[in-house]
């Protein structure tokens, strides 16, 4: 699937516009390919790391899928090894993001007017610079439509807002006065590493996110196991389309999706919330298409030792943006993701975004090491 990308500002605008332990621990039991296998979920007393950070154990998993859901970026599996770390339990939350701000009086990247160079590498070269007037600041807001459509264009449901921000998701008649334990959303990944820089945390790795997300479950089809429910309950938040079809927000349906509280399902088997779901994540790897092609062939059948990521970027998937353009990866999918469009809240999905595109449906948690 493409990625969404603010490149649509140039259009939209001229158009219009799980039990916790401090210290000690307790075990829980994880299931491994059905077989129960304990492990003690360790939650920071606050002095080896900041409290609300979960400690993911050192270990060895097979990443990526051979799933029949997985996508040719999610292939082929390869095994891979990394030492222990400590991992945000859930998302940074917006209370989180305005104490830095306050502290720091950062301003966020859809706070401030679009710089061209950033726009310029994810358009088709020679695209003219449009009249600076059309560059406001502002974000991506998915907005939905009135009625069912096609799923092949999702320019039908995402709008480039001017004023939407970290504290307007949707908008500037909107607010986060009663989301103070919502993911932070709307920052860019320029924005997410400022906070972990002020925080003294970083983003994880591809390699760490997917580890810490299986919790335990090797090659699980989801982060809780093989079925997207449980006893009948939803396990993430995602779109339920039994209920409404994707993308539509009229009343009569239900109105617009939207985050929820951090931490409003089980933790998985580290004792981390939300892993997919709710929304997107930055991490820190440049996104390739070919990435988990090329580890497979590096690692030649062996395990690859916490590996970094690629050096550049390249999607050839993405219409109208060249192959080469920046993009980090995003990982566990949002609140928008569905049995009929995006199937991205297991986790092997991956998708490369504009790392200076901010939206409605994508924060970010920070790791840090033992």
Aim: aromatic share 10%.
């Amino acid at each position: 699937m493409a990625a969404i990308n603010r490149r649509s500002v140039l259009t939209a605008a001229a158009g219009a516009a799980g039990v916790a332990v401090v210290g000690g621990g307790a075990f829980l039991g994880v299931t491994w390919f059905g077989a129960p296998k304990p492990h003690r979920v360790v939650l920071s007393d606050g002095i080896d790391a900041p409290l609300g950070m979960a400690q993911v154990p050192a270990g060895r998993f097979l990443m990526g899928s051979d799933h029949k859901l997985a996508q040719a970026n999610e292939r082929p599996t390869h095994w891979v090894s990394l030492p222990a770390f400590w991992m945000d339990v859930t998302h940074v939350t917006n209370a989180q993001f305005a104490k830095f701000v306050a502290a720091t009086g950062y301003v966020t990247t859809a706070e401030k007017k679009p710089g061209w160079e950033t726009l310029r590498v994810q358009l088709p070269p020679g695209t003219a610079r449009p009249d600076d007037a059309l560059l406001v600041p502002g974000a991506m807001v998915f907005t939905g439509t009135a009625g069912p459509v096609r799923l092949d264009d999702y320019s039908q449901w995402w709008t480039y807002v001017p004023g939407a921000d970290w504290r307007h998701p949707h908008g500037p008649r909107s607010d986060i006065a009663d989301k103070a334990d919502h993911p932070v959303v709307q920052v860019s990944h320029e924005d997410a590493v400022a906070f972990a820089r002020w925080a003294g945390k970083r983003l994880p790795t591809e390699a760490q996110w997917e580890y810490a997300a299986r919790g335990g479950l090797d090659q699980a089809t989801y982060a809780w196991g093989d079925r997207l429910e449980k006893d009948g309950r939803p396990q993430a938040n995602i779109w339920d389309v039994k209920k409404r079809p994707f993308p539509v927000v009229k009343p009569e349906t239900g109105g617009a999706a939207d985050t929820t509280a951090a931490g409003s399902f089980p933790a998985n088997g580290y004792g981390l919330s939300d892993m997919t779901g709710n929304a997107w994540q930055w991490v820190a790897d440049w996104y390739r298409a070919d990435y988990f092609r090329s580890q497979a062939k590096l690692a030649d059948g062996g395990t690859l030792t916490d590996p970094q990521g690629p050096a550049d970027s390249f999607d050839p998937a993405d219409p109208g943006v060249p192959p080469d353009a920046p993009k980090k990866v995003i990982r566990g999918g949002s609140f928008l993701c569905n049995e009929d469009y995006c199937q991205s809240y297991r986790p092997s999905a991956r998708r490369g975004s504009d790392p200076f595109n901010p939206m409605s449906h994508l924060g970010f948690r920070l790791v840090r090491d033992v």
